[in-house]
C-alpha cells in the first residue's frame, strides 16, 4: 500500500490506472425511534413530582408490554422547574414544570402504529416521530462497499481492454465515503401534532396508525489505484 504523502506514479512499462467505485442501494429499514415526552404541572412540587413519576411508569409500562417487539427503551433528559411569578416582590413560585424524555426503539412496524397512537392518547404525552433507520452492524453497509469494489475492479479492466491489455496489480484501495441509512434528521413533525391533537380528544379506543416505513438510501464510494501491463499503442 502506498501512502497519500508518497502517490505512486505510472511508467512506461507499468502504467497507473485510477478509478472510482460507486455503489447505491435501496431498502427497507430495520428500525425506528420515537421521542415521548411526558409533562407535569402543578402548585405544588410533590404533587407535580408525583404526577410525573406516575406518567412515567404507566408510558414505561405500555412501551414493555410490546416484548421483543421494543428493541431498546432509555430514559434521557428528566427536569423539575419551578416556574416564578412575575407580579410582588421576592421569589415567589407560581407553578411547577415536569418533564420526562424517553425514546424507544421498535423493529416491529405493525405494533410501532399501535403503540404511538395509545401513547399519544395517554394525558400530557408528546409523540415525535417515528425516524426510519437501519442498524450500524447492518449487513446492507457491507454489501454496499463490496458493490463499490467490484465496480472499481470491473471499471479498471474495463478501460485496460480499450487499450488491448489487462490490469496487472492493485497498487491502492481507499473508502472514499460511505453514507446513508438515515432519511431524516430529525423527528416528523406530523406525529407530534397528531399527539397534540389526540391529547385533546376522548375517545374509548383510537384506531392505530398505518404508518408506512420510508425505504433507506445506502451508498458507498472508494478509489482504486492498479497498474496495467504495457499495452500496444
Do not use: C
Not at 417487539?69 to 413560585?93: F, I, M
Not at 414544570?97 to 423493529?107: K, P, R, S
Amino acid at each position: 500500500m502506498t501512502s497519500p504523502q508518497n502517490p505512486p506514479y505510472g511508467t512506461p512499462d507499468a502504467p497507473l490506472l485510477t478509478v472510482r467505485g460507486e455503489a447505491e442501494l435501496e431498502v427497507d429499514p430495520e428500525i425506528a425511534r420515537i421521542g415521548i415526552t411526558i409533562t407535569a404541572r402543578g402548585r405544588d412540587r410533590r404533587t407535580t413530582l408525583d404526577d410525573l413519576t406516575r406518567r412515567n411508569t404507566t408510558v414505561l409500562d405500555l412501551i414493555k408490554s410490546y416484548g421483543d417487539a421494543v428493541e431498546n427503551l432509555s430514559t434521557g433528559a428528566v427536569s423539575l422547574t419551578p416556574e416564578l411569578t412575575h407580579r410582588g416582590r421576592g421569589e415567589r413560585v407560581r407553578t411547577h414544570h415536569g418533564t420526562i424524555h424517553l425514546t424507544a426503539e421498535l423493529n416491529d412496524f405493525t405494533a410501532l402504529g399501535e403503540l404511538t397512537t395509545r401513547l399519544a392518547d395517554l394525558d400530557l404525552t408528546r409523540i415525535d416521530g417515528p425516524s426510519w433507520e437501519l442498524r450500524p452492524t447492518s449487513p446492507v453497509h457491507r454489501q454496499a462497499r463490496q458493490q463499490a469494489v467490484r465496480e472499481a475492479v470491473q471499471r479498471a479492466n474495463e478501460y485496460a481492454e480499450a487499450l488491448g491489455t489487462t490490469v496487472a496489480a492493485l497498487l491502492e484501495l481507499t473508502d472514499t465515503g460511505t453514507a446513508g441509512g438515515r432519511p431524516r434528521s430529525a423527528f416528523d413533525r406530523r406525529a407530534v401534532r397528531f399527539s397534540m391533537a389526540a391529547a385533546d380528544t376522548e375517545t374509548a379506543a383510537p384506531e392505530p396508525l398505518d404508518l408506512e416505513p420510508q425505504r433507506m438510501q445506502v451508498r458507498a464510494d472508494v478509489s482504486a489505484q492498479f497498474t496495467m501491463n504495457p499495452p500496444s499503442l
